[in-house]
């Protein structure tokens, strides 16, 4: 159930009978040269709506932009700072259980939201008003990611790519994939961001030239379609277990 | 030209040429029995891509969930609080300048949205970083509102119909349409909402059992693509006015 | 009853019987070269300690300086940011409820208050402790206004003049009206503020040379006493209305 | 020069010579049995008028509450957070700076702003935009005080009554001062605040019945006279020590 | 009972029957050319220390680095903006209470820390969750600091010297102590910072050349031992009555 | 050379020809039955001493309560609001650059703490004041502790017990040891906090009885100065290569 397409009326039961509802979260960045910059929030959108459509749970729209300013060297990247992104969110999440959704999960498909999910999650939870998770579909099906892809690449690589040939195979540069491969970085390792221990990278600049990694020729609709199905199942899986739970079961633990 | 469908390397030479960007911002809250929740992002996305394509300027996804409390006692209403919305959006446009744009045009369908987006372009323009103005279609062609509906009713009425009977009409449930109209209020008039010069009214539940108010069973799909093509006229004659206004134009005057 | 004239023991008759208060609140700005600059927080406590007089409701001191940045071009204009405003009147009015005041009429004689107002309003409605509403001086009275005065005039126009004339005489530059007139705009519409349906209109200096509109040869001191006799009218009947209602009846209503 | 009685035109001479501001500051607050709640913003608006008419410099409008939660026991003290009367307070200074200030004596009658009105001046000179002194009537003349009144009481006390005996004698409940000594506290030592060193007092009503200390019997309004002339006379000195600085030389110290 | 040497098993007792935390905090920054920057928050830690050990109370880890922006000029000097410092110490102090501590001994060595520690304070104490003073050594031992020196200096002088020539006196460079008074400000009265009753200061480096006041050759280690033992015995009798109070004895009194 | 203890003009020197700062950084919170509450903050202060004696390079106070409310529900853990630590450790690294630090090690020994210490080095660095890395020693060494451990448990583990055997042998519980792994979980995986690609595990209370991981049986004094040693060695030439590197090219990307 898709709730920007209900009227007000429909939507009464639902919540008289359910708690639960996805809300999809992604960004609007740069992509590498073969990818469009709704990547990240066309995918989110998919699978909140598959998960939806196969289990009866309710899909919020989207949140289209979010924290991506370390892809903000590349043309047309779009973001929010943080707290304004945590603050949006939080305050999206806390207002639907005026309605009575107590349990929320945020299928976010950018990693830069992780952290900002989490902590929103947090307050959540503390306050005893709702429990969100938050959930990334390539971290819900690592092994076959890892069977499908020599050369994952954490941004713009095959497991996107294959992903958007999937969805909307119109957007996808595939006369660019080979330029991709080429002009980015091959593994995170490759991009060596790791000095005596420390993390010295903060933007995507810094270290590709075209803003990706991986090998991008991997990627077929197939593959992509194979990766949707499987994570979708995971998705709805979550949120069947999601809905199983007491909610007092779902809230922190006394103290000792 | 729509920044979510484009590769980076792709926007470079918008960048270079154009300053001007389109960010359609609407919300999702209770549209009565017959209008689905997301009505005011689906119309604020349709002008700005609308105007997009004729014009070749650019437009960003789009922003859809906004200022709605008042409308949260209908099932599904969705909102966030004014300084998350402020920030979030505040924040979205001035990261835009990073790429160069110096004039937004907020294609806005969402009157709750508009002191708050009034506010940001406020700053974004004191700051002297960018030139922002917001826009409602319907305030863009009043006198042809005016003409096609006797009981306009500024929210889920007849002119919203029409307009959601044109861009998605799968969405519009036409039967409800004269429970709509009698189980709301006729006109703001009527609703009684100013007492001795003071609004005394804050939600839309104080003074609508069913949320909307006008006449919907005037509203037609011919009545909708009329209002949508005027509009957009409109809107393409707004970012063509904005495109010719030197920058140094749009900023403050100085102090006498 | 003015609390700051008012000793502490004496006040606690009156909070025991009575739980409505009377906030002025203006601005401190240019109103053109013939009005004082606190033209707007001069009103407003005038109307609020008539209306407190009349009645016996409690009239609190005079919030001297509001959201007028859009002025600040012309010499003196003394502004707060919005999110001070905001602040600082929600802590002011939150804090009376610690008394026991639980309706608060913002008395207020600043259009660029309004939103601001109501969003505070807002704040303290939707968490149950008081219900504020804000009323400005002419929308009580429109017919009147558009009797007396054939160009109006938003801003130091001739219903303003009229007033201290009538409330302040010695600050009225009586031999500047001509001046006033001829060096500012007649009307909002000839202003051209609207390009295409949006607003291009920030501040008072984008479409006035004085900072003034209407026709302020119009105004007389006896009309300012007919307006402020009416208008203080309607505010005593605004306070008796807001008295008489149930504290419940002004709370939010249930959701659906 | 008082900036609320002044048309904007006439303003523009004063800041091309001129670049000091007075801006007064008080509280509305119990002040016992005998007092008004407005004594601390009618003291400071009385000085601020006094040394601008004698000087020459402007003097702007009143805020007229301040920091005084540790009044709230008693009926109609009003009060704001300390982080609002901050952000009003800066938002205010700041921006009279747009038209050429650039220092500022706050002339505050209220201690409880002191803490916040330092802090506010310290950002401001931080920020190199403007130097801002808080000024204190009582301290200024603190022999005089001492040799007037065996029992000061900072509150409420003779020191107080005298100077509203001398302002506005018809607010003053003559016939309570008896009755405010002996249902208050003679003085600080003796309300035994504190204990090993530490304040342990938060709240007048934690060591006051009726809020005040010291003799208020031993007030006149020809003591009051006496105090407000000298200590207008340091006020005006002030002014003249402050506008004869050169603008560097107020300004923060280069690192060593 | 110091809580950072402990394992959480052995703290359980400890809540069970207590509630009283001391919270040692000092300050990094200048204390002229004889004293390490660390001496506020060296100090605030052995007193707290010291009267956890002899009372069973327990102490937490010391807070360092504080409001210290007015000796910036200084090279090494670190500090947190205030709202920065309230913050973290209000978060500190409040997440205390989720083990049952409902009073806290702000033990602080740095006078610039004090305003912010006493609003911290009275947020906890109106929202009734926790009773906190804040607590100086010096201020509990005035006689003695007086008798044992001729020019005390609050900063960087004989008393502070003397303290850490106790503490710590490898960290004191007894051979600069006559450069530290010579080259530094004997008093306070002589640095001359009240002009017309106004306190014209901001930063150390506005009046002192070092950074010091006081007579610095006046300390000795055995005046330190002095002056620690007098003032932990304060200290010790400030926690031993505070831990007699009933609770509901510290919160505010209520509306007259 | 650590600022704690020097005095400000022996600093001078430094800043002089240096820019970079090691700035310690732990939490206070449950370390299971073994381990003391201040092993994070002690574990972080000894490396950055210890890389700061060797190097010449300056150690500043350490922040000893950071972000650990995920270990509230174990007596003594204290901690401080995400927002509250960003701007505490915000202000203190901004303030740094007063001194002409420009590059700050954030020598970090607790994961809580990580995000929030990234989202503030970014802040940092996109306003071009400073580049700040955060480093933990565990992850500097992640070959010696996989090779020392068989069951590393990333929190209370063996790796820190051995850490704090080694640092501070008498704070650790070595009668405890078994009791802390039988009472706990082996593994991060046993903890079973992954359902269907979610983390669904917010605090450590949610899947530990004694709030700790792995087998603490498996350290020894010998192992901790082993791990101390190479990580300080590697926290050495991270300073280093900081050192040498240009400020512009730690700076960012310019856009492409």
């Known amino acids: 159930m898709y709730l920007g397409n209900e009227a007000w009326p429909d939507l009464g039961a639902y919540f008289e009978s359910e708690s639960l509802a996805l809300v999809p979260l992604g960004s609007t960045e740069q992509h590498g040269p073969h990818l469009p910059e709704g990547t990240d929030h066309l995918i989110a959108e998919a699978f909140a709506r598959a998960a939806a459509d196969e289990t009866g749970f309710l899909c919020t ?83 076959l990611v890892d069977d499908l892809f020599a050369q994952n690449g954490p941004h713009g690589g095959p497991k996107e790519t294959a992903m958007i040939q999937h969805l909307a195979p119109d957007l996808v540069h595939d006369d660019r994939l080979a330029e991709a491969r080429d002009g980015g970085v091959p593994s995170v390792a490759e991009a060596e961001t790791i ?10 600049a810094d270290n590709t030239a075209n803003g990706v990694l991986g090998d991008q020729t991997d990627a077929t609709p197939a593959k992509g379609e194979q990766l949707f199905e499987a994570a979708t199942g995971e998705l709805v899986r979550l949120c069947e277990w999601l809905d199983d739970q007491a909610f007092a079961d779902l809230m922190p633990e006394p103290h000792v």
């Open 61 to 143: 729209p989207t949140v289209n932009v979010g924290v991506s300013s370390h892809h903000r060297q590349f043309h047309g990247t779009m973001w929010v700072s943080p707290p304004a992104f945590r603050d949006y969110v939080e305050s999206l999440a806390r207002n639907l259980t005026y309605h009575g959704v107590d349990r929320v999960v945020f299928v976010n498909a950018h990693g830069g939201n992780v952290p900002h999910l989490r902590e929103v999650g947090r307050r959540l939870r503390e306050d005893e008003v709702a429990y969100a998770v938050d959930w990334m579909w390539d971290e819900s099906v690592p092994e």
């Open 195 to 204: 000095v005596h221990g420390a993390r010295t990278f903060y933007d995507a």
